[in-house]
């Protein structure tokens, strides 16, 4: 239920400049500002690779990378822009204090198992740093500490027992302090991560795709894909009718578009919330910050630099929370001045707030990523998903534990994120979640949220009931009206209207759809939604 990432449509120009502009209401990340990913052409022939990756978000491109690095051909597909799904949406912290926290698990996991999670973080965060100075990326990679608080009022027992956990997984620089480093409010008792990261993640992404390409990897953006087949004939189709053959495949697209039950019953999407605050320069302490609650705040930096490459003219403070399950809200402006009414009190040197934009997490019911061979396919078919709010680390563990187990080496990380594991250390989440998804089917035999579309305001949309079928009606600015099936096509769910980013969200698995066409926003969906006779 944490941070990562929504999905906002970044286009190109005619001209190949490229820019990024939102479909999704005033969805607008920080990184849209200043920074550009490299333009690329679509795919326009049939083409071979020793593998193909669908996916050009973090967890794929950096598959690409180290795969090309090892001398394998690439090519990347992705139906937008690179980095234009979730990375975009990301608070870009590196983080090892993972926030399901180390003794829950301990708990799922095992000993050996909270050791790995914490090793293989920590070696994420090196490789970043690896490839930003070998591959000479301006990103803004900083090292720092990061501080985890309990909020007043609330036991201080957790962070005894997050501390003994963190030294047993192997994190023994993590100490207990009195207070963070801050002046502008008390965080009380804290513990603190030291060798924590950070970095404009766009501007990584740049030099990533560069870095890819020198290598003699192809990548194909504005390539939707509508079918991947693994085996001895292992191939992925687009919908222009070319197609890669390949000798593997990677499904690196933030939740599977290539499964309809496998993965998804055990990992639920979340929307999780971030707002940009303007504040002066040095008024607050470069660290990350993180609270305990559930749906818990996190907070961090962002030097925000003048035209032509000048010096930082002033800070964005870069705060997150308040999660909800995708689609199952009515309450969409809410959590946004929640976020801002705890930021304004704990930093006093806000001057505005800058951005709003809220991202897709897919949130493991055990609290790590499943990163592998995907269950019940072919044994070259391979995905990454279930970044937990650590899509950063996990999508380079994603890279680097992926290149292994394709280039048959071992990894002593396969079987902790190997995506056919069982929930058996958390059957209770496990059972929740999949309630909560079987609930949502009720929808289907409900009333529509108007009998009218005079009732639906402009720029807005609702559920109608027509007969036996629901109708997803979105109404523009001028009154005119567009209509669609309100039924997911990944399994059926009835969408409900997401009235902040202006789509249509799936509140079983998290797919989010077009307002207009209905065209696919977000997985696991891989088809639009149907037309409907007018």
């Known amino acids: 239920m944490r941070l990562n990432q929504c999905h906002l449509l970044m286009r190109q120009t005619l001209s190949g400049d490229n820019i990024m502009e939102t479909d999704v209401g005033r969805n607008v990340t920080v990184w849209m500002r ?7 052409s679509g795919l326009t ?18 598959t690409a990378y180290m795969l090309t690095r090892e001398g394998k051909s690439v090519v990347v597909l992705d139906d937008g822009v690179i980095a234009g799904g ?35 973080h920590t070696a994420a965060i090196d490789r970043i740093e690896q490839i930003v100075r070998e591959e000479e990326i301006d990103c803004d990679f900083a090292r720092l500490d990061g501080y985890l608080f309990v909020p007043e009022g609330e036991s201080k027992d957790v962070l005894d027992d997050e501390l003994k956990a963190a030294h047993r997984a192997g994190l023994t620089g993590v100490e207990k302090v009195e207070r963070a480093p801050l002046e502008s409010f008390d965080t009380g008792a804290a513990l603190k991560f030291p060798q924590q990261g950070q970095f404009h993640i766009i501007k990584y992404m740049a030099g990533l795709a560069d870095a890819v390409k020198r290598n003699r990897g192809r990548i194909y953006t504005g390539t939707h894909v509508n079918k991947i087949k693994g085996g001895k004939s292992a191939r992925v189709e687009t919908d222009n009718g070319h197609t890669v053959t390949a000798g593997s495949i990677v499904v690196a697209t933030n939740t599977p578009v290539n499964d309809l039950v496998a993965i998804h019953t055990k990992q639920a999407p979340y929307r999780t919330y971030v707002i940009g605050a303007r504040i002066p320069r040095g008024s607050v302490p470069t660290i990350l910050l993180w609270d305990t609650p559930d749906p818990y705040h996190y907070v961090r930096l962002q030097a925000m630099r003048g035209d032509g490459g000048g010096g930082a003219e002033y800070d964005v403070l870069i705060v ?22 705890w930021t304004r009190e704990r930093f006093p040197s806000v001057e505005s707030i800058e951005y709003r934009w809220s991202g897709q997490v897919m949130e493991p019911v055990d609290g790590l990523a ?25 999508g380079t563990i994603a890279g680097m534990l992926l290149t292994d187990l394709i280039l048959g080496r071992r990894n002593e990380w396969e079987s902790l994120y190997d995506p056919s594991r069982k929930p058996l250390g958390a059957p209770v989440e496990f059972a929740q979640e999949n309630l909560n998804v079987a609930a949502q089917y009720t929808d289907l035999v409900t009333g529509g949220d108007v009998s009218s579309v005079d009732e639906i305001a402009l720029d807005s949309g609702a559920v109608m009931r027509r007969g036996l079928s629901k ?20 399994l059926g769910c009835v969408v409900a209207w997401n009235d902040t980013e202006k789509s249509w969200d799936c509140p079983c698995h998290g797919s989010r759809f077009d307002k207009k066409d209905g065209h696919v926003l977000n997985g696991p969906a891989i088809s639009a939604l149907a037309a409907v006779d007018e």
């Open 34 to 40: 200043g920074a550009d990913v490299p333009a690329q």
């Open 45 to 62: 022939e049939n083409t071979q690779a020793d593998v193909c990756i669908v996916g050009a978000g973090i967890a794929g491109l950096t």
């Open 86 to 120: 979730e990375t975009v949406h990301t608070t870009a912290h590196l983080s090892n204090a993972n926030d399901d926290r180390y003794h829950e698990l301990e708990r799922m996991h095992g000993e050996q198992g909270a050791r790995l999670a914490a090793q293989s």
């Open 320 to 341: 997150g929370g308040e999660d909800h399950k995708t689609g199952q809200t009515d309450d969409y402006d809410g959590p946004y001045a929640r976020l801002e009414a």
């Open 370 to 394: 499943y990163i592998g061979r995907n269950p019940l396919d072919a044994d070259n078919v391979f995905i990454a998903t279930g970044d937990s709010g650590h899509g950063m680390t996990h």
């Open 471 to 490: 109708i997803a009606l979105y109404r523009d600015e001028r009154g005119t009206v567009y209509q669609r099936s309100a039924i997911c096509t990944h």
